[in-house]
């Protein structure tokens, strides 16, 4: 749609000119003075980018608070494939990418967990566990509107230290128009024609429709409905290197100074492997972080150790997501004193992956004579060269992912008279999530003499001794499928909410706002991959070594070109004895996936069905009430004979959290003729409870000075807070039994100990947040405006030892356990954002076409997040005093999410009916903790990508667009424990849609 707007041309001196270029890092202009005297107005007509633009800096020149936005003049005019895509061009945002596309997004390098994001002024739920949103779920054409607060003000919904984002669809009366528009889109993705046979095919498809309508009833009255639908089915493709991450035991600090009892040595014993026990050790054999109470230091201070995981490999992976979506809005005001909104959202995606894996198994074995001697590792555990005796495995998963996001809302305003209005809101949002997958095993008949080389990079190479890894007959050994219920989740969110305007009119105080709100969230995940417990999780199948009906499955590598874009040679070599080169392969035999699960299944007299989960010892239940009340006052006035607005006001938040987790019912027995004591567990499940309230107290103040008609300068502060997730709240816990070796007599002889994992006693994170800018709005195209803020943090992460009471039998029993809690230390982030638009609409000839918009934000942290495997770690005791009972090995990761420098740059140009864009988006590296356990370190490399956009009006109604992100094929690196330990890479490929839309009435 075009609209026409006035604009005026603003006068601009030669320094002037040259001061805002040097910002903006725009080319150098001719140094022609430009007439001083005002331009005479001119209409013209603004769309596209351009009126995008326009559109972000109304949003924050009009705004009480600090805010970044955007929004479209019209349907599905958001310049970007996703909300996520569309959110990183947003001053201070950025994402991270999962399947090669924008998932949840940091706002100013603080991760998704200490940001909030409402849609349509509600709180959304997700199928992760934790409190970001998924925003690939939601289909960015059926949106209208998009802001991130920097500050607060009491009015907004907690939860958001980082800033708080919103979506908002259309309401069919402001939009004001009937329309009824389509919008279909063909996806191509490079990549995806490299592989054969694929699930999505070779061509994706992306459909959007979309009706709005307005009516006029006799009474006055008006009535606006909208309803809008789409339909995605695209491809994926996406390839790695990979190797075992440290969620869980599989990764761990090995030792290596030739000890016979543990880590990697040359001298004969039974425990020899990074894996083994020591004698009389719980634990496994790496490195022992336990202060010796003798010394002071650890255990095993100072000793060397190198990192060792179970797997190394590389995965190809065929893709196929599939997603439904409906919008549906109605907006009715049946006179002027009364308005109701009711608005719906229902979307449903279904994310399918064929995997195919080269795994080189046993990385944490120790082959005397090859491995110590032949390993090459860094002082922080980095290993750059192994040896050693490993199984070599051609494995593969189908992997399936079903979520379904439900959501409505309903919105009544009643103004009760000229200045007293009162509005309540009540809305629903659910999400639920089943991940679903066969795993397969086809493993060499015997260990092969293996070697890893990592490069600078920190890509690894293999080196093999006289095995063909593309030969099918070579994996025939351990064949078996694994059929896993790996997560059923469901995350609810039911609120009400009741706010109040009132005018004073008053020469100061302008209007009151005050309101509440409750809510109710509920979070359950019934967890699987286990072969044992009650609920069922795993579904083991196996066959016969070289079973003819799965070896029968032998396919060829479906894809050209494997991981090329990583440029590190041959992924494998095969040698000779002597070290002679026989081939290199750059793929493997593979078997196909779907083929020998029939065969395993067959071979078994079985047929497909994957175990429902139900509560076991690690589910997830809990359930988060929310009450809230504020209260706030906006000014308008003046200071220095300057206009002045703003508001403050205070918001009060109470949260009671309840945690159910289950357990095995038990009998405690008694031997009559010794009298020693047993637990006999029972087939039935009983339930534990606990329960955990806080209050806080969040004032904010925001204040904005016009300095002149063009520049304006802002002040914000408030108090925020970040709730934990609520997959870490849960209560999984379970009793340690004494030996029968040690003859128990008693019930605290007999229970020795708790283990488990979440903390539903987490108190929230907080900060003082103070934010100052000042912004410069030369015309309707352009601002200049920098921000610097600093975030107060009042509390971090520490591993601590909680003594929790029990009461068995009859009696009370205190245990302690390890848990992830929120200390009282504080922190500090300090930073800048800086924003600058321009457009050259002034200059000859074709360079008036040119605009651009660029975001740059720099931040600084002194936050520490301790690892809970290999960080500081110890427990409070009674007098409140930290004492720590573990020396880490590790640095401690920053904020989660922190990125130290975010940038986002566009250069658009617009002539006629073309309308393209080339976008750059960069992020520095972060730490991002994994959503099945927190508590480890995980980093993601700085990765820098390129966008492309073009569109091109054939007609008044009737668009072409061509859309592309990850042009040049940036990968993601994941680097495990350390900022430089790589250990997974994915290459996603570029993605382009060609797209035609149409508009009709």
């Known amino acids: 749609m075009r609209t026409s707007q006035s604009l005026t041309l603003v006068p601009f001196t030669t320094a002037s000119i040259k001061a805002l270029f040097l910002c903006l890092l725009a080319a150098v202009l001719p140094g022609t003075a430009f007439a001083q005297e005002e331009e005479e107005i001119e209409e013209i007509v603004v769309q596209g980018t351009r009126a995008t633009i326009q559109s972000t800096i109304n949003i924050k020149r009009d705004s009480t608070t600090i805010v970044d936005g955007l929004s479209a003049t019209d349907i599905g005019d958001l310049p970007a494939l996703s909300i996520g895509e569309a959110l990183e061009t947003i001053t201070g945002a950025s994402s991270h990418r999962e399947n090669g596309g924008a998932t949840e997004i940091s706002i100013r390098g603080l991760g998704p967990y200490l940001s909030a994001t409402t849609f349509n002024g509600r709180m959304a739920t997700n199928g ?251 002082t922080n555990g980095v290993v750059t060269n192994w040896a050693g005796e490993t199984d070599i495995d051609s494995n593969g998963e189908l992997y399936s992912r079903t979520e379904e996001y439900t959501g409505w809302g309903l919105d009544i305003e009643y103004f009760i008279n000229d200045r007293f209005s009162v509005a309540a809101d009540i809305s629903s949002s659910k999400t639920t999530r089943v991940e679903q997958q066969a795993s397969f095993r086809q493993q060499s008949q015997s260990r092969q003499e293996t070697t890893f080389s990592r490069d600078n990079e920190g890509f690894v190479t293999w080196t093999v001794e006289d095995f063909d890894i593309t030969d099918p007959a070579n994996f025939d050994d351990g064949l078996r499928v694994r059929l896993d219920t790996d997560a059923d989740r469901e995350n609810t969110i039911d609120a009400a909410r009741i706010d109040f305007n009132y005018d004073l009119d008053s020469t100061f105080i302008s209007s009151i706002d005050f309101g509440a709100r409750v809510a109710e969230l509920s979070y359950y995940a019934a967890r699987g991959g286990s072969a044992s417990g009650s609920n069922g999780a795993r579904f083991t199948y196996t066959v016969g070594d070289t079973d003819p009906a799965v070896m029968a499955c032998a396919r060829e590598f479906p894809e050209s070109g494997f991981m090329s874009g990583a440029d590190a040679g041959p992924l494998v070599t095969s040698v000779d004895s002597n070290g002679n080169v026989l081939n290199t392969y750059n793929s493997w035999a593979i078997f196909d996936n779907a083929c020998r699960l029939d065969a395993i299944l067959a071979g078994n007299d079985a047929s497909l069905a994957y175990p429902e989960l139900g509560n076991h010892p690690q589910t997830v239940d809990v359930s988060e009430d929310t009450l809230a009340f504020y209260v706030k006052a906006n000014f308008e006035s003046e200071l220095a004979n300057k206009p002045v607005s703003g508001n403050f006001g205070v918001r009060v938040v109470e949260t009671n959290v309840t945690s159910v987790g289950y357990r095995s019912a038990f009998n405690i027995v008694s031997d009559p003729v010794t009298g020693e004591l047993s637990l006999e567990t029972t087939d039935t499940l009983e339930s534990i409870a606990a329960k955990h309230d806080y209050t806080e107290v969040l004032p904010s103040f925001n204040f904005v000075m016009d300095l002149t008609d063009e520049v304006i300068f802002r002040a ?236 091109y009006n054939i007609t008044d109604n009737l668009r072409l667009s061509v859309k592309a992100i990850n042009l040049f094929d940036e990968p993601k690196s994941q680097y495990f424990f350390v900022d430089d330990n790589l250990g997974e890479m994915n290459y996603y490929g570029p993605r382009v849609f060609v797209g035609l839309r149409g508009k009709f009435f």
């Open 716 to 951: 914000g502060i408030f108090r925020g807070l970040s709730r934990a997730d609520p997959g870490d709240m849960g209560f999984q816990r379970s009793f340690q039994v004494a030996d029968e070796d040690d003859d128990p007599l008693t019930v605290d002889a007999l229970l020795t100990g708790v283990t488990g994992a979440g903390n539903p006693y987490a108190d929230p994170l907080t900060s003082w947040n103070y934010d100052l800018a000042l912004e410069w709005y030369p015309n309707e195209d352009s601002i200049l405006a920098a921000t610097v803020y600093l975030k107060d943090f009042r509390g971090g992460f520490i591993n601590t030892v909680v003594q929790e009471d029990y009461v068995v039998d009859g009696a009370t029993l205190t245990f302690p356990i390890v848990l992830q809690q929120t200390d009282d230390s504080t922190s500090t982030l300090t930073g800048i954002e800086i924003t600058g638009s321009h457009n050259f609409s002034y200059l000859p000839g074709f360079l008036g076409g040119f605009g651009t918009k660029l975001s740059y934000n720099y931040a600084d942290s002194d936050f520490e997040f301790e690892d809970s495997l290999y960080g500081d770690r110890g427990f409070i005791d009674e007098s409140g005093q930290f004492v720590q009972t573990h020396e880490g090995i590790i640095p401690p990761g920053n904020v989660p999410g922190f990125s130290r420098e975010t940038f986002s740059g566009q250069l658009y140009y617009q002539a006629g009916e073309f309308d393209g864009s080339i976008i750059y988006k960069y992020r520095s590296g972060y730490f991002q903790p994994y959503t099945s356990n927190g508590t480890r370190l995980r980093y993601v490399g700085e990765v820098g990508v390129w966008e492309a956009r073009a569109s």
């Open 128 to 378: 992760t566990g934790d409190r970001s949103v998924n925003f690939s779920q939601f289909p960015s054409e059926l949106m209208n509107k998009l802001a991130i607060y920097k500050t607060q003000d009491a009015s907004l919904i907690e939860g958001g230290v980082a800033g708080l984002i919103e979506l908002e669809t259309l309401r069919p009366l402001d939009y004001g128009k009937r329309r009824f528009q389509v919008d279909l889109q063909g996806n191509y993705n490079p990549d995806q024609q490299d592989i054969s046979d694929t699930m999505a095919g070779g061509v994706g498809f992306r459909g959007t429709a979309s009706y709005v309508d307005q009516f006029e009833f006799d009474n006055g009255g008006l009535l606006g409905i909208s309803f809008g639908l789409q339909r995605s089915d695209i491809s994926q493709p996406e390839q790695e290197m990979r190797s075992s991450s440290p969620s869980g035991t599989s990764l761990f600090a090995c030792l290596a100074d030739n000890d016979p009892l543990q880590g990697y040595s040359n001298v004969t014993g039974t425990n020899d492997d990074c894996e083994d026990n020591p004698a009389g050790s719980g634990t496994n054999g790496g490195f022992d972080t336990s202060i010796d109470p003798a010394t002071g230091v650890a255990v095993d201070d100072d000793r060397p150790f190198a990192w060792a995981g179970s797997s190394r490999g590389f995965r190809q992976n065929d893709t196929h997501d599939e997603r439904d979506s409906v919008f549906a809005a109605f907006q009715w005001q049946p006179n002027d004193k009364l308005e109701i909104n009711l608005d719906a959202q229902w979307s449903e995606r279904i994310q399918s992956e064929d995997r195919n894996d080269l795994n080189f198994a046993n990385m944490k074995r120790n082959t005397r004579g090859t491995t110590l001697d032949n390993l090459v590792f860094q």
